[in-house]
Structures are given as C-alpha cells and as structure tokens.
Nanobody, 123 residues
Framework: QVQLVESGGGLVQPGGSLRLSCGAS????????MGWYRQAPGKQRELVAV?????????AYADSVKGRFIISRDNDKNTVYLQMNSLMPEDTAVYYC???????????????WGQGTQVTVSS
C-alpha cells in the first residue's frame, strides 16, 4: 500500500560525508512527518532526525548528530533527505527511513518503515 525506498548508504572514511534519500509512494493521503532512525549491531534503534511536513518544517535531532547532520524534505516528492557530514566510526549503523502518514481511506496515522540502508564509517 505504501512503500518507503531509501538510497545513499555506503562506506565512507571518518570525516567524510554521505547523503541519504527516502521517497514515499503508494496510497498516501498526507504525510505528517518523516525521519531517520539508526540501529548499530547490538544496540537499540534510535532516532537520528525528524522533520514535520508543515510549512515551518520543524526539525529535531539526536544530540550525537547535532551540528553534523541536516534533515530536509521535498513535500511535493514525498521525499526526505539526510545530509551527514563529519562522519565518525560511531555513526556506523543501518539507517531506516520512517514516515508517519495517513493512508487513503484511513482516518488514523500509520507508521511506515523503509528496508534500511547500511552506513559504514571506517578507514
């Protein structure tokens, strides 16, 4: 019904940059917010950044990425981006796209996840 497709992960050296993209498609009525989570081996999934679809585009970041990562979105394309700069080995994880949205014909918000994309920061 709804698909989230991520791209942009890969291997990068410490101090490098990567840009993740996530596009939502399917029977979408409206999107309330989109964001990125990550899960490192042996750790719980954690919020990285989130942005609302309102005109103000309110954002929130994990303390560990503030000043290094920037989340943005293109509402017309139902796409969210995560620009990751000054990457560190501890940023290594599988990054998951998340969308809180209304599906056509449904009146309550539903949470959707992408399949995940691997980000590895290593020299």
């Amino acid at each position: 019904q709804v698909q989230l497709v991520e791209s942009g992960g890969g291997l990068v050296q410490p101090g490098g940059s990567l840009r993740l993209s996530c596009g939502a498609s399917g029977s979408i009525s409206s999107i309330n917010a989109m964001g990125w989570y990550r899960q490192a081996p042996g750790k719980q999934r954690e919020l990285v950044a989130v942005i609302t679809s309102s005109r103000s585009g309110n954002t929130a970041y994990a303390d560990s990425v503030k000043g290094r990562f920037i989340i943005s979105r293109d509402n017309d394309k139902n796409t969210v981006y995560l620009q990751m700069n000054s990457l560190m080995p501890e940023d290594t994880a599988v990054y998951y796209c998340n969308a809180r949205l209304l599906v056509l014909g449904v009146t309550y918000e539903v949470n959707y996840w992408g399949q995940g994309t691997q980000v590895t920061v290593s020299s």
